[in-house]
């Protein structure tokens, strides 16, 4: 038998409603919209390429991220680095535009900081020519003094390395006295002062007055051993192409966060442009920073291609 049953319009007009509502949900979830990007920890299982390092080095999960550069568009960012670590909200930075409109914030970079100003990150995604996906970047604590350096090792597993202010590298005083110095020893200290002053000024008010930017052509050339480390190798490693994609994703990181301080930040219309990067071919080590930087001027010890590359 069958029975006829009716149904009030009040219910269909619930019902549709309910439907209504669900799809949106759906839709909205398959879309990732409303959705805050996020970096997670990552339960460390594996310790495969984690050793043999001073600091402390833990895998950490990036795919909350996406797989794409849409991160890179959000308002916020949900970092939590590490399991004993808060979660930190990241306010994407505003960009300065030129008098045509244009902005310098390049595709799959992101830079924050929280409200309090206390925590600060800046992360990029980049794809190589081999199409690895690269992201790397760094978070700065600014009330516990210590970097979180977040980059892949070379088998393309993100990692997160705590380095402590103490514990960040040393870099040699200037080969010369600066004029600063000489000024200072000679008890002239409050001239070299008024001189600074004067220079600031004047540097400031000719920025000001140029319409146009000036761009600074770069080329990066590193070499084998600094391949190495930057994805957590040992010297003399064998190198491949995820390390490789790895050291340019840093140099890429290394120009976009000067184009941060010097045109974004400071507002002084000069950018950098990377015109060229590679991986020293000749063999060469670097046993003084200063006297490297002499043989890459002057095309000795095996450094003369470099001059055919300029």
């Known amino acids: 038998m069958f029975r006829a049953t009716s149904v009030s319009p009040t219910r269909h007009f619930c019902l549709g409603l309910n439907i209504i509502i669900l799809l949106v949900y759906l839709v909205g979830v398959s879309h990732g919209q409303d959705t805050t990007p996020f970096i997670r920890p990552k339960e460390q299982t594996d310790t495969e390429g984690l050793d043999n390092h001073d600091q402390v080095v833990q895998f950490v999960d990036l795919s909350g991220l996406g797989s794409g550069f849409e ?20 306010h994407q930075q505003q960009y300065l535009e030129t008098s045509n409109g244009n902005t310098f914030k390049p595709t799959g970079y992101f830079v924050g900081e929280s409200e309090d100003h206390l925590i600060s990150c800046h992360l990029l995604r980049y794809v190589s020519s081999d199409e690895i996906t690269v992201t790397t970047g760094v978070v700065q604590d600014r009330e516990d003094h210590v970097w979180y350096e977040m980059k892949p090792n070379s088998g393309g597993k993100d990692t997160v390395t705590a380095i402590h202010d103490e514990d960040m590298p040393l870099h040699g005083d200037p080969v010369m006295p600066s004029v600063w110095d000489q000024l200072s020893n000679l008890n002239l200290k409050q001239i070299g002062v008024n ?20 761009r600074i052509d770069v080329m990066v050339i590193w070499t084998h051993d600094a391949e190495c480390e930057k994805s957590l190798l040992a010297t003399g490693c064998t190198l491949n192409s995820t390390t490789l994609a790895n050291m340019e994703a840093a140099v890429d990181l290394m120009v976009n966060d000067g184009n941060t301080v010097f045109y974004t930040n400071s507002g002084t219309n000069l950018v950098f442009n990377l015109i060229h990067k590679q991986r020293d071919t000749s063999g060469y080590r670097v046993t003084d920073s200063t006297i490297a930087l002499d043989h890459m001027r002057l095309g000795t010890n095996n450094l003369g291609y470099i001059g055919d590359l300029r």
């Open 71 to 90: 991160f890179s568009d959000s308002s916020t960012l949900e970092i939590q680095l590490l399991q004993d670590l808060p979660i930190w909200t990241l």
């Open 195 to 214: 001189l600074q002053s004067s220079l600031s000024n004047r540097l400031g008010d000719w920025i000001s007055r140029q319409e146009s930017i000036t």
